[in-house]
C-alpha cells in the first residue's frame, strides 16, 4: 500500500520556523520525484517547492524563495521541508507529492500549519 505521511506542521509565530516531514512508503521512493503543496480552505493548490529523483535539482516558488528549502533523505525514505521565517501567508494545509511522470502520483494526506502572532 502507497503511503505518504506528512508531519511537523503546527502553530508558529511571524518569523518562526517549522520542519516538515514526509515518510514515504509502498513505492520505490528514489525513482519519484517530491514537491510540496499547499492550500487553503476556497483556494486553489500552490506548488512550494520541488526535488527531483537524485536529489540534484530544486526548485521553489518565488513566494518562498529564501525561506524554505526542500531535502530529502532517501536511506530514510522522506522528504523535507525546512520553513524559516514564517509568515501568517504561509498558513496552508502542506501537501506532499510524489511523482514518476504524468502517470504516476501519490499525494500525501496533508498537515497544517498555522502562522498567528
Known amino acids: 500500500e502507497v503511503q505518504l505521511v506528512e508531519s511537523g506542521g503546527g502553530l508558529v509565530h511571524p518569523g518562526g520556523s517549522l520542519r516538515l516531514s514526509c515518510a514515504a512508503s509502498?513505492?520505490?521512493?528514489?525513482?519519484?520525484?517530491m514537491s510540496w503543496v499547499r492550500q487553503a480552505p476556497g483556494k486553489g493548490p500552490e506548488w512550494v517547492s520541488g526535488?527531483?529523483?537524485?536529489?540534484?535539482?530544486?526548485n521553489s516558488a518565488d513566494s518562498v524563495k529564501g525561506r524554505f528549502t526542500i531535502s530529502r533523505g532517501d536511506a530514510k525514505n522522506t522528504v523535507y521541508l525546512q520553513m524559516n521565517n514564517l509568515q501568517p501567508e504561509d498558513s496552508d494545509v502542506y501537501y506532499c507529492?510524489?511523482?514518476?511522470?504524468?502517470?504516476?502520483?501519490?499525494w500525501g494526506q496533508g498537515t497544517q500549519v498555522t502562522v498567528s502572532s
Open positions: 507529492k510524489a511523482e514518476a511522470g504524468a502517470a504516476t502520483t501519490y
Open positions: 526535488i527531483n529523483s537524485f536529489g540534484s535539482i530544486t
Open positions: 509502498g513505492f520505490t521512493f528514489g525513482n519519484y520525484g
